[in-house]
């Protein structure tokens, strides 16, 4: 089956340490994006990415570093800048057209040690 | 600037009434419209969507939304509720700036009693 695979589901950041959430799609899509979800708050965008080799800061892009070397994959970067680091994160891809909703990978959750 | 509202953090329902969870939504040109529900420690499943046409949109597990322009509204509704349907809701909005990005309310946590 097609879809959304976030990795890992749980992971720890200590004081000034860097992390990394993968996030891997085997849906051909073109377009992935980064969310952080916070409770009471919905999702907030951090990064997007249309196509290979080509990404965008959403609402909320500091403290954070994407790429995009592959389609299918679409790694976030969560680095000691970002001082409140505690939230829930969530991968998205879309197909072309904007008429079509996007697809989510279940998520990581992330806290401080 | 675009937004959407969800004016009920919580809504309690019966286990088999109907149920109506609110969204309304301000963007500038046709709005593209999604529900979403969440469970816990899980993604976001999609649900329905308007893009044109009928104002009654029907969507997966008996849901169904009602588009409103005049009200600009989009509210998520189900005949008669089941427990299983307890969750997070999240209505959002395609951002008119392009990208395919999208605008989420804040969200809405049902809860469906037996």
């Known amino acids: 089956d097609g879809g959304i695979t976030q990795s890992p589901k749980y992971l720890f950041r200590k004081e000034g340490q860097n992390v990394t959430l993968s996030c891997e799609q085997n849906l051909n899509h073109d377009a992935m994006y980064w969310y952080r979800q916070d409770p009471g708050q919905g999702l907030r965008l951090i990064y997007y990415s249309q196509i290979v080799n080509d990404f965008q800061k959403g609402d909320i892009a500091e403290g954070y570093s994407v790429s995009r070397e592959k389609k299918e994959s679409f790694p976030l970067t969560v680095t000691s800048a970002q001082k409140n680091p505690t939230a829930f994160y969530l991968c998205a891809s879309i197909e072309g057209p904007s008429n079509q909703p996007q697809h989510f990978g279940d998520g990581t959750r992330l806290s401080i040690l | ?114």
Do not use: M
Not at chain 2, 30 to 56: A, E, H, S
Not at chain 2, 84 to 105: H, M, Q, T
């Open chain 2, 1 to 114: 600037a675009q937004s959407v509202a969800q004016p009920e953090d919580q809504v309690n329902v019966a286990e088999g009434n109907p149920l109506t969870v609110k969204c309304t939504y301000s963007v500038s040109g046709n709005p593209y419209l999604f529900w979403y529900v969440q469970y816990p420690n899980r993604g976001l499943q999609f649900l329905l969507k308007y893009i044109t046409g009928d104002n009654l949109v029907k969507g997966s597990y008996g849901f169904e939304a009602e588009f409103n322009k005049s009200q600009t509204s989009f509210h998520l509704k189900k005949p008669s509720a089941l427990v299983s349907d307890s969750a997070l809701y999240f209505c959002a909005v395609r951002d008119p700036g392009g990208y395919n990005k999208l605008i989420f309310g804040a969200g809405t946590r049902l809860a469906v009693h037996p």
